[in-house]
């Protein structure tokens, strides 16, 4: 096998019941590339991933490290060949320190305890994504909490790492830190496998990348020769649209009304709502935007009834309290 690709995965194929996840998928990453994964959700990206990373067993398939066939029968085979894997969703204890948890992830990898601190420092520091390793992860923010994912791959011998929609959860100004830092592991010769549905961000960053459509195989590309809906066609296919316009829905007056908001945090990891104002009309959609964690979630078990209020007239339909509406809640 041609070593001048850090990774080959041929001819992969995995199916369920009733289900072909992938088809025969082949995908060649190069040494110091970072190279983009893209597709619609089921397309097959993260089975392709599991298989690489040793948590699914492929059906059919020969994958190649270094020019090296290799059989990946768990994560930990990964890591010891110097691939790491950022989940979309982090898998972190947050009665855990940021030492703890990355000794918890790495096992015998993580080395002596009395070093790993310093190392987490370190390592941080050197790619512009300083942490303390003594804080406790309740009190990370959610970028803080992926540079944990990242600085626990990073520890390693890291050759190839792989982030599954790692700018989902992050402000602008930390997707700016995320990239420089992947430019600097690209300097290094570290290869980025990025998966991502912000094709914006897969041209200002990715050097090559493949599309997956229905579990196969679509299309590969250079994205800086590319624009949005070319990359998009790609993943779609010429039959579909890319966009629908549609009316956009006015409302005819309140229908609910929320009127400074507060709720108490109810457990230890629970946000409290403060002073929270705003409005929906009849036949109006609103969205509630914000970073995982600062909220949203309270809010809805405010609106639900699942959370008490301070204030009884806080939330109200039609003008009328929520309390007023619900004489079994009034008697609790």
Same mark, same amino acid.
């Given at each position: 096998?041609?070593?001048?690709?850090?990774?080959?995965?041929?001819?992969?194929?995995?199916?369920?019941?009733?289900?072909?996840?992938?088809?025969?998928?082949?995908?060649?990453?190069?040494?110091?590339?970072?190279?983009a994964?893209?597709?619609?959700?089921?397309?097959?990206?993260?089975?392709?991933?599991?298989?690489?990373?040793?948590?699914?067993?492929?059906?059919?398939?020969?994958?190649f490290?270094?020019?090296?066939?290799?059989?990946?029968?768990?994560?930990?085979?990964?890591?010891?060949?110097?691939?790491?894997?950022?989940?979309?969703?982090?898998?972190?204890?947050?009665?855990?320190?940021?030492?703890?948890?990355?000794?918890?992830?790495l096992?015998?990898?993580?080395?002596?305890?009395?070093?790993?601190?310093?190392?987490?420092?370190?390592?941080?520091?050197?790619?512009?994504?300083?942490?303390?390793?003594?804080?406790?992860?309740?009190t990370?923010?959610?970028?803080?909490?992926?540079?944990?994912?990242?600085?626990r791959?990073?520890?390693?011998?890291?050759?190839?790492?792989?982030?599954?929609?790692?700018?989902?959860?992050?402000?602008?100004?930390?997707?700016?830190?995320?990239?420089?830092?992947?430019?600097?592991?690209?300097?290094?010769?570290?290869?980025?496998?990025?998966?991502?549905?912000?094709?914006?961000?897969?041209?200002?960053?990715?050097?090559?990348?493949?599309?997956?459509?229905?579990?196969?195989?679509?299309?590969?590309?250079?994205?800086?020769?590319?624009?949005?809906?070319?990359?998009?066609?790609?993943m779609?296919?010429?039959?579909?649209?890319?966009?629908?316009?549609?009316?956009?829905?006015?409302?005819?007056?309140?229908?609910?009304?929320?009127?400074? *908001? /507060?709720?108490?945090?109810?457990?230890?990891?629970?946000? !409290?709502? %403060?002073?929270? &104002?705003? =409005? @929906?009309?009849?036949?109006?959609?609103?969205?509630?935007?914000?970073?995982?964690?600062?909220?949203?979630?309270?809010?809805?078990?405010? *609106? /639900?009834?699942?959370?008490?209020?301070?204030?009884?007239? !806080?939330? %109200?339909?039609? &003008?009328? =309290? @929520?309390?007023a509406?619900?004489?079994?809640?009034?008697?609790?």
């Open positions: 096998m041609d070593n001048k690709y850090r990774l080959t995965m041929q001819g992969m194929t995995k199916q369920y019941p009733g289900c072909i996840a992938n088809d025969g998928v082949t995908i060649k990453i190069k040494h110091g590339e970072v190279h994964l893209l597709g619609e959700n089921g397309a097959g990206k993260s089975t392709l991933m599991k298989m690489l990373y040793g948590v699914v067993k492929p059906d059919q398939g020969d994958m490290f270094n020019g090296r066939k290799m059989d990946i029968k768990e994560p930990a085979d990964a890591r010891e060949l110097g691939i790491g894997m950022v989940f979309q969703h982090f898998s972190l204890f947050e009665t855990l320190t940021v030492a703890q948890n990355i000794a918890l992830a096992g015998d990898l993580a080395g002596h305890s009395s070093t790993l601190a310093s190392r987490i420092s370190k390592t941080s520091a050197r790619y512009g994504m300083p942490l303390d390793p003594h804080r406790l992860v309740s990370l923010s959610t970028g803080e909490r992926q540079r944990v994912e990242i600085v791959c990073l520890l390693l011998d890291i050759q190839l790492l792989i982030l599954d929609e790692p700018t989902s959860v992050l402000t602008p100004q930390e997707v700016d830190a995320l990239f420089k830092t992947l430019h600097s592991l690209k300097e290094e010769g570290c290869s980025v496998l990025f998966i991502s549905h912000k094709l914006h961000e897969v041209i200002a960053l990715c050097d090559s990348a493949t599309i997956l459509r229905s579990g196969k195989v679509s299309g590969h590309c250079i994205p800086k020769n590319e624009t949005s809906e070319s990359i998009a066609r790609l779609v296919g010429d039959s579909t649209p890319i966009s629908n316009q549609t009316r956009r829905a006015t409302g005819t007056g309140d229908f609910l009304t929320v009127d400074n *908001l /507060s709720t108490s945090a109810q457990a230890l990891f629970d946000i !409290a709502l %403060k002073n929270v &104002n705003f =409005a @929906v009309q009849q036949g109006e959609i609103v969205g509630i935007a914000g970073v995982a964690g600062n909220g949203q979630e309270e809010l809805l078990k405010a *609106l /639900s009834g699942e959370e008490p209020q301070k204030n009884s007239n !806080a939330i %109200k339909f039609k &003008n009328t =309290a @929520v309390d509406l619900c004489p079994l809640k009034r008697r609790r």
